[in-house]
């Protein structure tokens, strides 16, 4: 295959680039080409993407700044999307989307993601956001450095999370 050196640059990728998040295990080389006319471009993300990035960004809490930091395919993410998709998943019974007042009167929505054995049947109606495994293996890491401690003693003293895995 021919590229010309000028539009397009190419390199060696663990695995195809893909659409799903859930697939990042090490598999056999590809190389992957993108157009450098196009770097720069952000599409507008979609409802499901914002939701896969939710149930795999790593804790059992998440937050727009959170999922904004850890996939940068998201950064052109507003707080109304991501709080869209937390109520989304909250309606799929993935997890619980909380409406939290904080000081200065500062309103966002965090989702908390329930227990892994909670929602096996619930990932099984959705594969294209996650397997189960990849959701237990981010769930049981720690919460984001970005989660403030306000929040965490906040999400403690409501009952919405067990205090150790705030930790």
């Known amino acids: 295959m021919h590229v010309a050196a000028t539009k397009m640059f190419c390199f060696e990728v663990a695995e195809p680039f893909s659409v799903s998040l859930s697939h990042r295990i090490q598999g056999p ?21 914002i939701m896969a990035a ?22 052109m993410m507003s707080s109304k999307q991501f709080a869209a998709a ?9 997890g619980t989307a909380l409406d939290l007042e904080m000081q200065k009167n500062r309103h966002f929505v965090v989702f908390v993601k329930k227990p892994p054995e909670e929602i096996v049947e619930s990932l099984a109606a959705n594969p294209d956001l ?8 981010r769930y049981n890491l720690p919460v984001s450095k970005s989660v403030s401690l306000g929040l965490r003693h906040q999400l403690a003293s ?5 205090a150790k895995l705030l930790k």
């Open 86 to 94: 937390a109520y989304e998943l909250h309606s799929a019974n993935l």
């Open 29 to 49: 080389r590809h190389h992957a080409c993108y157009d450098k006319s196009k770097l720069g471009q952000h599409s507008e993300p979609t409802k499901r993407n």
């Open 158 to 162: 409501m009952g919405a999370v067990p």
């Open 54 to 75: 939710i149930l795999q960004t790593k804790g059992p809490v998440v937050e727009h700044k959170v999922v904004v930091w850890n996939w940068k395919f998201l950064k």
């Open 130 to 137: 996650c397997s189960l495994e990849h959701y237990t293996m």
